[in-house]
């Protein structure tokens, strides 16, 4: 029963190129020929071409192992193909583990599943702080070895204690913000300083049910099944680009904790398989739509 | 393999008691020995009461065979508990099919599904009349023995081509009217006219995406679920009871023609679904929800 | 955001009597006369025949709140229509938590999640003790203040190790003995000791993938789909009556591994579904299958 | 409501090469290299390498507009490319729809389903004749306008029917034959005529449930979800290499006609999937499993 962890698995590190550019030919060719040439191995090839607009989606994936191009030598060798093709093309290293930041409120269910994910191998990040508005979480956060930094918030002190996360956040330098059922609004100013980088877990299948209380909408509306949604934000509230959703089924025998209950295990799974598409840089973020590939 | 149909099973008639009224001790003993010292046996019981305004639901379903009351001795026994709890009830044979007539426009997927269903003893109903707006049906509809009638419509007759429509109603004398992918909107009298008896399905999952081209909608937004939703007609555009609803995942790689191809299948499904329960006499409305017991 | 937990909403007891007989006329009658006339409110009333075999199966839940017969006198009316339809009758009550017994051996996602649904109000049941193979748990145990047994088994102690975790569980006097992964087989005595209390999750769509090692027999096998399945245990391994089931995707890119996380989420959700289901009274074991009505 | 059908999208003709081989490096590049070369726009690349036995699949899907190499000289330069990877390379064109037949028995849902989908423009296929060992659907294919050939079988006459029923796909000279609940056991000399081109759909979650009446199986196993499971047909019967499954939720209520009326429409859904994969050269066999693309 000894089980390989995920993150044994992960151990010979790979290197990830993440592209987007106008649909043109040769996109393959020249990406596909400068790994080849350096000695690498491609293990991963997706690709994905907006018929509509034209816009060109890749993702490269191939093993350190046996490639001679250092680093530097790597950024210095895609230089040309990315003016060439005028690219956006991000370079990710499976050996440098995303900084996170979680942000949560009272309920601790999304919170325990990403701890426990990380601490079992199942997430490729390192979780740097843990930043609640309420103190209850600190003794998980001790349990778990991770920073706890409690940021009481009230009506009047919502700007100062937003200056205060921000803070943290920059001393932790961290990669990626995770709001895991933190229920603070966050300024326009906040979101535009994580572009792409705060994701958030709704609890509706949006776009039913924006704002605030959906369980109590759903079971206004009648609905027969609940779902929830994990997206990146953006400064129009629930309105950001949309990574997954899920959804179960329920009945006229549910009343509002019944679907708080059932869609808490939506919520935790469909946060979880988001970050971890994140982490793995499988998503690309196409206007308000996501590009996210197999993972 | 020769398989006994649905409707031979059904072949042994009963009768299904569907009770609404507010919750009291009682009522479940009243029932019960009305229907015992009557020499049934019931075969199913569901009830459901809403915790928050206290209303009360119930179906007994329970075998004519034994039974010693003629139908109008039922109604006259059935009337003092009636009397007693302020119930609404309906009662309903099994041996007694709906009068149904299906309105498609030019998708004939769901037309087509309910016909076969139909025909092949799935569905317990009499399917009196196919109405459509376009003449492409006709073909279909003599292939399954079924009355059709062209109706068509400009935005100049819409008043006219519904009251035809209403008169084709009358005359088939249905007690059920499904819209198929019928895009026409209905006005107000006419929905009034068939209160919980008009059973329409919505391309997408309601409340998101309501009115024109959902699946133009989801694509736009960047879903990764999409959805479906029979429901019952009311004079609020997509805003009825909603009866049964279902959802398939999607990708960045669908265009709006994949959706709409994707959903098709869901359509099929989720509306044959809904008629389904309706013609079991399993669906109650509670304001603007359902109670849908199980099948 | 202040929920009120489920423990909450349940905290005006309730008497669920479970029955199982031949299917007769005036059963329905009977039971709920009897609860009328003690003054008590149904609020839940489910039942099932079975066609073929004719076995009856009901579950009645009341308040008891002006309900004027106590625990004894209910008892005492109950035996006449026991008699009578010579019926098993088990009577609950929502006050009276059931004590259960968790056994894990290494892996500590189910262990985890048990003890975290139970800590937050969501399972009806009082977790006496959590014994385990493996020493890795005790700090768990700890931190939900739970006694945890360790009993450590080779090849050469299996039955004296078994005989230790029996009488365990025979001090902590358990009501339902949860096998949360739980990896050692367990001797056709033990087994028969706790007839229809014991509830394991076996990770794979059982009968598929029965014995050892199921995700890498999926795996070999090609599936499309992986799944779980939570049943009660008996002497014969994996073919004890199902609970509950349920799958998820997977693909080709999908290794063991993979396979392995995948169903790690599954495993949780099922397990803790059928216990939740098992501690509310509503199973019935039907020969080698279940009834388990809706909650 | 006039939507483009998705025949109308693929008319612009496309070249899918399938590609199967060990893993190493230069794949990618030689071939996309070469479609560069001869003017070619990569419209979809998918791969998969399977890290247990090294072996290498990829699908590469590019616009024939614009593209100088005939398909002759595309063959002459694709040979050394083969020869140096020691591939085995598929070459399909969009614009050569497969010739298929469809086999069924007596029951009609699967078959229907597929020639209305063939006739909507749903699958890319050319639907050559339909063999039944019943006379039941002649009135159906001539309606879709097929061939239908009633080739009756009894246990005497079993290997000279088959014989017939093979003379019949030869004249249509068939590149796939679709067994749509086709009940008759096909011979290992039958089967080995057509390697990984009989499509088959069995009515249970394989491998649960194999061999005759999973529908009782699985109502005597008491499951909680029944499946289906489409797959290529190989000598051991309902083992070949699996395309697509799905599932869907049962209860102690389903008796055996239910859990066919179910799976029914699982059936018609997860055969037409499995086919549309095929014929949209997504699939490829990996030993006893499949590779299959996104569509």
């Known amino acids: 029963m000894s089980a390989p962890s995920d993150s044994e698995k992960d151990s010979r590190p790979r290197c990830v190129l993440l592209v987007a550019c106008r649909d043109q030919p040769g996109i393959v060719a020249a990406l596909s020929s400068l790994v080849y040439d350096g000695g690498g191995n491609i293990v991963d090839l997706q690709q994905h071409t907006d018929p509509v607009d034209g816009a060109f989606f890749q993702r490269i994936e191939f093993e350190l192992d046996g490639f001679r191009l250092d680093r530097d030598e790597l950024r210095h060798r895609l230089a040309p193909v990315i003016e060439r093709f005028e690219m956006a093309c991000q370079v990710r290293y499976t050996d440098q583990a995303a900084r996170i930041a979680i942000l949560a409120s009272r309920e601790p269910h999304c919170l325990h599943d990403l701890l426990t994910r990380w601490r ?66 966050l300024s326009a100013d906040f979101v535009s300083a994580w572009p792409g980088r705060i994701i958030n877990i709704h609890h509706s299948f949006l776009p039913a049910f924006q704002g605030a209380r959906p369980y109590h909408q759903a079971h206004g509306r009648g609905v027969k099944l609940i779902g929830v949604t994990a997206h990146y934000v953006t400064a129009d509230l629930d309105e950001g680009p949309i990574i997954d959703q899920d959804v ?13 209950r059932r869609g808490r295990d939506l919520e935790v799974i469909v946060l979880a398989r988001a970050v971890r598409a ?16 197999d993972g």
């Open 120 to 185: 079992s191998g199942e997430l490729p990040a390192d979780v740097r702080v843990v930043i609640s508005n309420h103190p209850d979480h600190a003794g998980v956060a001790t349990r778990f070895d991770v920073d706890y930094r409690h940021c009481p918030v009230t009506p009047e002190t919502r700007g100062e204690q937003e200056r205060l996360v921000s803070s943290l956040l920059a001393d932790a330098d961290v990669d990626l913000v995770v709001l895991a059922r933190y229920m603070q609004i």
């Open 248 to 260: 179960t089924r329920v009945s006229h025998r549910d009343d509002v904790e019944a679907l708080r």
């Open 278 to 293: 994140h982490l793995e840089h499988r998503v690309l973020i196409h206007g308000n739509r996501t590009v996210v590939f």
